[in-house]
């Protein structure tokens, strides 16, 4: 079996295990030396040349075209949150419509936004964790002659549930408003089609997809443009200043060409290995609460309701059993405040209180989720007593 003393069950929707074949890339195009490349010198020109690769594969893995003059761009960030931002507030738009799912880095600026006077409206979601389309079109129609920018997350970071995109791009596109998406809990794993897509923008991170951490990007469509968040330089077309960091950019590329070419048999490990935590759990206590359940959801990700018990103590529990897990967005983690995801989907007091996030990954194996579940249950039915 599985030591004791072995990680199990790894928050994998928090961050994912760098993939052994990027790791062996970084080193590479570090060893490459000194790389800027805005730089006009051989060594320049080679730093140049990692990133457009990379660019390429991006692309290639995201169905668009990115090598076209006056076409779509990818502005690399240092994260998916600085992706989020730059987009937000650097779009013109004086009006805002905003999920109430979205990730703290959605919800932080929309509430700056408000403070700086521009109008944010919030979309409700319904039990199961999808955007009420319903809602969504009498907002985009109130004022719809006003500059406005939509921002719907694909994939939700706590339940999985995926969002109806295609019907919200549309909505959008009707109303004349610009539609940006937080992508980064889907990206290399689910099918994207950028350039045939209604989108204007969307952001995503590496170290979702077995990337290494410290990279992110935003991509543009044909004619989008926006003001730069930051000044100082003018890489990227000054949208955002600073040196690129070559060898990250490259084991982005790296990595998210593997998990395009790998993404139906990982997408059938992962939703399997998903299926059965949950069944065996849901086996041995019925009463348990599987979120989102009834909507598409990405194969990676379970938040499960473990009614009677207190999360925060089943926290503390299965870390001491060396089971990583959440009890929402690692991004607030720190004070581990009730999900507000489970709030706007108008879960039970109990069910918000009692909620565990797990996820997989390619890397995972039936015998750590047999283990997992062993220990979870060991856990919750003390803790529920």
């Not at 660019?55 to 995201?62: F, V, Y």
């Not at 983690?333 to 009730?338: D, L």
Request: aromatic share 4%; with cysteine.
């Amino acid at each position: 079996g599985v030591p004791s003393g072995t990680e199990l069950s790894r928050d994998n929707a928090a961050t994912t295990q760098l993939d052994p074949l990027v790791l062996q890339r970084l080193p590479a195009a570090m060893a490459e030396g000194p790389c800027n490349p805005s730089s006009l010198h051989r060594r320049g020109r080679s730093a140049r040349q990692l990133v457009e690769t990379a660019t390429d594969q991006i692309g290639n893995c995201l169905g668009t075209a990115l090598d076209l003059p006056g076409g779509a761009r990818m502005i690399y960030t240092g994260s998916g949150t600085e992706a989020n931002n730059l987009i937000l507030r650097g779009l013109t738009a004086s009006r805002f419509i905003l999920s109430k799912i979205e990730h703290p880095s959605v919800l932080a600026v929309g509430k700056w936004l408000e403070i700086q006077g521009k109008k944010v409206d919030w979309v409700q979601v319904n039990r199961s964790g999808e955007v009420c389309l319903e809602n969504l079109s009498e907002l985009l129609k109130h004022d719809s002659r006003e500059p406005t920018l939509g921002s719907i997350m694909w994939a939700n970071n706590e339940t999985g549930v995926i969002q109806p995109i295609d019907e919200v791009a549309l909505l959008c596109r009707q109303n004349n408003a610009k539609f940006h998406v937080d992508a980064t809990q889907c990206v290399g794993k689910i099918p994207i089609q950028l350039d045939t897509s209604c989108l204007s923008s969307i952001s995503f991170s590496a170290h979702k997809f077995h990337g290494p951490p410290g990279v992110g990007a935003l991509w543009l469509a044909p004619g989008e443009s926006l003001e730069p968040i930051m000044f100082g330089g003018e890489q990227q077309l000054e949208s955002r200043p600073g040196t690129e960091p070559v060898a990250l950019i490259s084991g982005m590329g790296e990595a998210i060409d593997i998990a395009c070419k790998n993404m139906p048999q990982t997408d059938s490990h992962c939703k399997s290995l998903r299926n059965h935590l949950e069944n065996s759990l849901l086996k041995c206590f019925s009463s348990l609460v599987i979120q989102g359940i009834d909507s598409p959801r990405i194969s990676s990700t379970s938040c499960v309701s473990f009614l009677g018990a207190d999360r925060q103590a089943m926290l503390m529990a299965l870390d001491l059993e060396n089971i990583a897990c959440s009890s929402g967005s690692a991004c607030s983690s720190g004070s581990s405040p009730p999900s507000h995801v489970l709030q706007a989907m108008r879960c039970s007091e109990e069910e918000i209180q009692s909620s565990i996030r797990f996820a997989v990954s390619k890397f995972s194996t039936r015998e750590e989720i047999d283990i997992a579940v062993e220990r979870i249950s060991r856990v919750y039915s003390r803790l529920r007593r």
